[in-house]
């Protein structure tokens, strides 16, 4: 996934210059965020999987537990759930738009594997590439991810 160079220092500048949004995206992560997007990219080639073929089936399963909110539906061998809250949140790339505070929680039952994911976790992912800083509140972990919806 190709990012201009100017827009991730903007980006990069925008989130360092707020301990809020730092702390909420990056975490403890001190890494620039063109490395973390690409360290997250490797392990996903090493997998085998695209970050826009994995949000895409994350995006599948939230459409499904939308459907039936904080009641948890069985999807394959993947049992999975959302819950949401007032107001939206925006995406620290310019011009994406706002997205609403939506929870989904997966769990697959063979595997013991679990996770959880936003909507603007499944935004970064598709568009940019980033499943956030190490440390951070909502870091979606890519290996995680895979082996859940593999």
């Not at 085998?48 to 069985?74: F, H, W």
Request: hydrophobic residues 45%.
């Amino acid at each position: 996934m190709s990012q201009d160079p100017d827009l991730l220092g903007k980006v990069e500048l925008s989130l360092r210059s707020s301990p809020a949004l730092s702390t909420s995206f990056l975490g403890k992560d001190h890494r620039p965020v063109a490395e973390i997007i690409a360290a997250d990219a490797a392990t996903l080639a090493r997998l085998g999987i695209t970050a826009t073929d994995l949000a895409k089936r994350m995006q599948g399963l939230a459409a499904i537990a939308r459907q039936n909110l904080e009641v948890p539906v069985v999807v394959g061998r993947i049992e999975v759930y959302c819950q949401q809250w007032k107001g939206r949140i925006g995406c620290p790339w310019p011009g994406c738009g706002l997205f609403d505070k939506t929870v989904t929680v997966a769990r697959h039952l063979d595997k013991g594997i679990a996770a959880s994911w936003t909507d603007l976790n499944m935004h970064l992912i598709a568009e940019h590439g980033f499943f956030e800083g190490i440390g951070s509140p909502f870091r979606v972990e890519p290996q995680v991810l895979v082996q859940l919806l593999a």
